[in-house]
């Protein structure tokens, strides 16, 4: 025991029943772990990069069956959804569970000007890479001054 407080009794007891209750009440909307992890419900994570001939998206989702995903693009949104199953013990409780199960759907906006006719999709790795060239007229061209 330090001062007042009592690390074995009754009040960190009291803490950790309150953050159960916390978890039940609020479920799926329960906030970041950190500052640095995604709200719950964001997976799989993303990394977008361009340049003037095309927009590269990494998605980072290790565990799918690639046949099973659905990638769209309809306009400038690319929608993937899937599912992930995660093998867990029905007899363990778990006090924290980090790697996402179950259905998900996620949508990014991209530059207005990627061409829907000129896409390619590989998932390699647990890495979902989606290349989307972008429209010939949009790119920039060398102009010479005569």
Known sequence: MIGNIDFEGSLF????RLQD??????????????????PRGSFPAVN?????????????APGLDPSKLDVSLHQSMLTVAGERKVPAEEKTKYYRQERFSGEFRRSVMLPADVDPDSVDARYRNGILQVSIRRREASRPRQITVQ
């Open 48 to 60: 977008i990069g361009a340049s003037p001939e095309k927009v590269e998206v990494y998605l980072f």
């Open 21 to 38: 209750q916390m978890d039940e009440l609020f479920g799926d909307w329960a906030w970041p772990a950190d500052i640095r992890a995604l």
């Open 13 to 16: 007891n009291e803490f950790r």
